[in-house]
């Protein structure tokens, strides 16, 4: 994540990677932001005094998490983002799906009910259930899909570096290598 020094001193966070000053690089995680405020290395990379704003690491976890949210909201706007169990089974049984988006604070169970496609960074499980419901104008959403497009990119870009500063600990799947309308004991999962 880049920041730079505004007037004053003033550390602010610069998303794009040219312009805006000279730039601070920092890892997108919470040990990083912590050691970095703790041994004052803002001030050492600026060469100047640098104010570094109490509970960074809280401002820009939750600066990325509305970030995600708004870019899910506008994925849905755009037709590339569905919602709700049935609809993405569907889609993923369809094979419509390219990244499968499931609320962190889901339980196991839940979770475990939908597998998502094949490949690295096809699943993003970052964000609650209410951050999700916000997107789709709902109150809480535990199961989302993302059917491809540009915008798509863009979240499975930002989804590590607000893994890297929340402090989620994802419960393991329930029944791992499950995936939707698999038979599990007794009941379809």
């Known amino acids: 994540m880049r920041f730079v020094v505004g007037p004053g001193g003033q550390l602010a966070r610069f998303g794009g990677g040219k312009g805006g000053g000279r730039g601070i690089w920092l890892s ?10 703790r041994r004052n290395l ?15 690491a809280d401002f820009v976890e939750g600066l990325l998490a509305r970030r995600m949210t708004d870019l899910l909201g506008l994925a849905r706007k755009a037709g590339e983002a569905l919602a709700g169990y049935e609809t993405v089974r569907a889609a993923l049984m369809a094979e419509k799906v390219s990244v499968l988006v499931q609320a962190c604070d889901g339980s196991p169970r839940q979770r475990a009910r939908l597998r998502p496609p ?12 209410s951050e999700i419901g916000l997107a789709f104008g709902r109150e809480n959403v535990i199961h989302a899909a993302l059917t491809g497009g540009g915008l798509t990119a863009r979240i499975v870009e930002e989804a590590p570096r607000l893994a890297g500063l929340r402090e989620i600990h994802a419960p393991e799947r329930a029944i791992p ?5 698999e038979q599990t004991g007794n009941r379809t999962r």
Request: glycine share 16%.
């Open 42 to 56: 803002f001030s050492r990379a600026a060469r100047a005094p640098v104010v570094v704003p109490e509970g960074l």
């Open 118 to 129: 094949d490949g690295s960074g096809t699943l993003i499980d970052v964000l609650t259930g």
């Open 177 to 181: 290598g499950k995936g939707a309308g």
């Open 28 to 37: 997108a995680d919470r040990a990083a932001f912590d050691l970095a405020v």
